[in-house]
């Protein structure tokens, strides 16, 4: 019997998308176009709308129905007493360098508009328009042609038509996927002790569509524990996508691991990749009079897209085997095919940055996603990046120096409002309560100016006026939306910096969190839930699960070095001691060890020390700016014959997401607590953070050391069968507030003797 779905059954499509699916043509276009930003979008439809007269109608809402297609949508503007609708669009630079490929797309859009809106009144002709606005020079460029009802009718319906054949491919798959998906079975049989609290936790929280912070050890197999249940769920909750999440590529290759270990589905999976590594032509620009991959891209697109869909499993190799087939960018067909996927495996910054495309499809309601998020400990950091920018005066000078002859009066405006600034703040580092207004606008003019002239170019633009404008587009969208939840601060580095540091995430993500159908946010350090609740602003409704440890305490012995102390003012002081620990656990039990520092410099002076002290030691140390190689070749030295000491920094390559199960790792020394350093900037932090959560010690200092601390000891033990020593070689370790904070299911820590 078929699983299809009887054909008369409604299929919703936005106008948008049926446009962008099936009336684009032509070439690949990334030719820099100085395009606003969304606030600057929506400000310029409110200008528009405002100069119209007071019958004008704006943000109509429109649908209409082909066969079995519903097409919904809502027109920018439409004048009833002139019988005109309106489809705006905001830009930037010479309304004639937008490339033709996109206006016809915009008039696409409008014709739709257009017949859904001669449909619902009963109108025989319409007047359709595209009115280009300007945001720099406040003008409007209109383009606009009277149509037939008729006219527009055969248009729309020509689409519908297009979109049908894959609107019922969709369909199909859809009700294929969900049945395989409610009737799916653990690839393994049995759960791991722990494993199903955690299944059964994320299991719940994704059909009421709910958050959940789930702590879970390492070696509980939290990937499938979350993939399995999250991807049951789908169906139940009626949820389009899953997006898996991760701060780090070997997060999401065990992400397309564990999709893999599900068996043969009628799942499509789908590998987010950045753009530098996907491009097949890095020497020429994204256009198709430059590279051959984007000359006709729209054109060979569908036939690309219908073999990728088919072939279900689409990782980066995959993809890259398709889009060379089909002769088309493999980077912008993973674009083009995130829409049609069931799991889309990415990076924090495809659905958590200000821009990012995942969060778009959702806040569109043009997808339902769910989401897990991989290894969350890390996302309080990489989301205070997204939020963050900078600017320095030694990069603005190297640029001005260089920027061309019309792009002189701008700059040296923003140069002498740079003076201005620097001068009346003469301390080293200073916090300022408001974004300087002079030096604003100086940059404002500045970008406004650079924008237009990069629009000029023949070519896509890239070099160190490009990089800059970007920076600058970056600070000047993240000035908008100030507050308390960052910290503008002045310092006096790079002969001046204006840093904007994002301080608390949550008024950015509490809304990202309302736009998924779930989300689970795991890792094996999320104590205290309340840090991760506060600072990335779950919903108040959010869950909270701390699963079981799978091990016993007599698989790991736990020593704290209380004559040791690691503090800066300690450490030359204890270094003897410390290297002297570190050498008799060697000598009772040979083998592999890590021993995490705080600091290269640290690390550096630990093991010159152990070296003079302790020679038949055998050791190697971690490298400042390791690449990908080198980083796998330190991880290869531990081999279940090997016997050594590899030097680490806490919180670096090694601190987490490495498996090293066995006698690949029998211990680890950790001399640090992992806090970070006592600076003005963190001090700063500290006391916004108190302001705002009335703990800023804790939150700025204590918490994320500590999570550190647990990460990089959660290496030695990976299995029920590992036996290992974890020794943590700072006195403060033997504090009851840091102890309490460590895995509760570690034995508890033996007060370890100096050595002879």
Known sequence: MSTDPPTDTPYTVAVRTLCEFTARQGDLNTRFTPGPTANQGQEGHRLVAARRPAHHLSEVPLEGRHRHLWVRGRADGFDPQAGRLEEVKTHRGDIDRLPPNHRQLHWAQAKVYAWLLCQQQARDRLEVALVYFDLDRQTETVLAATHTALELQAFFEALCERFLHWADQERGHRTRRDAALRTLAFPFGDFRAGQRELAEAVYRAHTHQRCLLAQAPTGIGKTLGTLFPALRALPVAGTDQLYALSAKTPGRQLMLDGLARLGELPLRTLELVARDKACEHPDKACHGDSCPLARGFYDRLPAARAAAVAAGRMDRAQVRVTALAHQICPYYLTQALVRWSDVVVGDYNHFFDPHAMLHALVAGDERSAALLVDEAHNLVERARGMYSAALDFDSFSAVRRQAPKGLKRAFNRLNKAWGGLLNSHDRPYQVLNEVPPDWMGALQGTVAA??????????????????????????????????????????????????????????????????????????????????????????????????????????????????????????????????????????????????????????????????????????????????????????????????????????????????????????????????????????????????????GWRYTYLYPGLQKVAQAAGRVIRTPEDRGLIVLMDDRFGQAEVRALLPGWWPAARRSHPAP
């Open 450 to 695: 650079v924008a237009e002239h990069l629009a000029e170019q023949a070519a896509a633009p890239d070099g160190p006026l490009t990089h800059w404008y970007f920076d600058a587009l970056h600070f000047q969208g993240l000035a908008e939306s100030f507050g308390a939840h960052s910290l503008l601060d002045l310092s006096h580095e790079h002969h001046g910096s204006l840093n904007l540091r994002n301080v608390v995430p949550a008024p950015f993500l509490r809304e990202r969190w309302l736009a998924a159908r779930g989300a689970t946010l795991f890792s094996a350090t999320l104590s205290p839930p309340d840090f991760a609740r506060e600072l990335l602003g779950l919903p108040e409704n959010s869950a909270w699960r701390d699963v079981p440890s799978p091990f016993a305490a007599t698989q790991l012995r736990v020593e704290v070095a209380r004559d040791i102390s690691t503090r800066y003012s300690d450490r030359a002081q204890s270094l003897d001691r410390l290297v002297d620990r570190i050498a008799r656990h060697y000598l009772e039990r040979p083998g592999n060890y890590l021993a995490f520092f705080s600091s290269f410099d640290y690390q550096h002076q630990a093991s010159e020390r152990l070296a003079e002290r302790h020679p038949h030691v055998p050791q190697f140390a971690q490298a400042r700016g390791m690449s990908e190689a080198e980083r796998q070749t330190f991880v290869d030295r531990f081999t279940p014959d090997s016997q050594g000491v590899g030097f680490a920094v806490l919180g670096g390559a090694f601190g987490e997401g490495i498996d090293l199960p066995g006698a690949r790792l029998i211990g680890a020394f950790i001399a640090t607590l992992g806090l970070p350093q006592v600076n003005p900037v963190n001090e700063q932090m500290r006391a916004r953070l108190q302001a705002l959560l009335g703990d």
